[in-house]
């Protein structure tokens, strides 16, 4: 069985609202082990509007602020609410980061 959730779901397990609120759901979940998660970049996103005119790409900082979100999200579903509940926790560094493509 797969389980997925979906942005209402996600909204329960996260601190972030829009429009910092990244991922629209995520899918393929391997409880604590992993996820894929959807981003729906769209023309008017707040982060494309100037990055850059007439060629736009989303920022990545934010690519990995959404797999910081992916992350987080992943891990509330797997534990118990009350472990997490009233806290707020901080992705602190990310090493040796690469982009392949742009995402458009």
Request: no cysteine.
């Amino acid at each position: 069985m797969t389980i997925s959730l979906n942005k209402e779901q996600i909204l329960k397990l996260l601190p972030h609202r829009e429009p910092m609120l990244l991922i629209d759901e995520l899918l393929n979940i391997k409880k604590l082990f992993s996820a894929t998660a959807i981003v729906n970049v769209k023309k008017d996103s707040f982060y494309v509007q100037g990055h850059f005119p007439g060629q736009p790409v989303m920022p990545g900082v934010l690519i990995v602020e959404a797999f910081g979100q992916a992350a987080a999200a992943l891990t509330a579903h797997g534990i118990d609410k009350s472990t997490y509940e009233n806290k707020l926790v901080f992705l602190m560094s990310v090493e040796k980061a690469r982009f392949r493509n742009p995402v458009i």
